[in-house]
């Protein structure tokens, strides 16, 4: 007993009415690769966290198109705004407040700039993230905003997904590995 092919349609799929032009429209988002998605979320990180910095460092060392904050010439009111006391109650010895908002601003400085070019993409995704989410909920619980949250799901979006391909992640896995995601 042979079986034969119809002309129909695979099942579940329909040409005519509302859910031809429907089907259309979701085969085209499924062909949207995640390279691309994944190098927007980096560069969205990466310049919300630059911007950051910039604002918490006296000196930039402008490139005209971009300056480069220089986290070595912190200002000298980023240890109480990053931490300030009314939120923690004194709870923080000034020499832990004066370490953290260092490694704060080191971490908006350098870590955008691995997030761009796709080096330690995840690490730096996961440090940038944990950091945007403690900042948001223990820190400044008050001033929590929707745009933080929305950094702090793409930021673990890469942590999740990787980089994508055009990333010197993926530049190194080829050639360690030969094989890379999509």
Known sequence: MTMTR??????????????????RLYRLFGLTPYWLLALGARVAVALYFHRSALTRVETKLDLGVISIPLPWTIKANQTSFLFPSEYFADALPMWLSTVL????????SFLPILL?????SRLSALALGVMVLGIGLVIYPDFFSKEA???AVLAFLIVKCGPGLVSVDAGIRRARWGKTET
Do not use: K, N
Request: proline share 9%; no cysteine; aromatic share 8%.
């Open 6 to 23: 119809t002309s129909d349609p695979s099942p579940g799929v329909t040409r005519g009415g509302i859910d031809g032009p429907i089907q």
């Open 116 to 120: 761009i070019l796709g080096f330690a």
């Open 101 to 108: 908002a260092h490694m704060t601003v080191w971490a908006e």
């Open 149 to 151: 949250l929305h950094f």
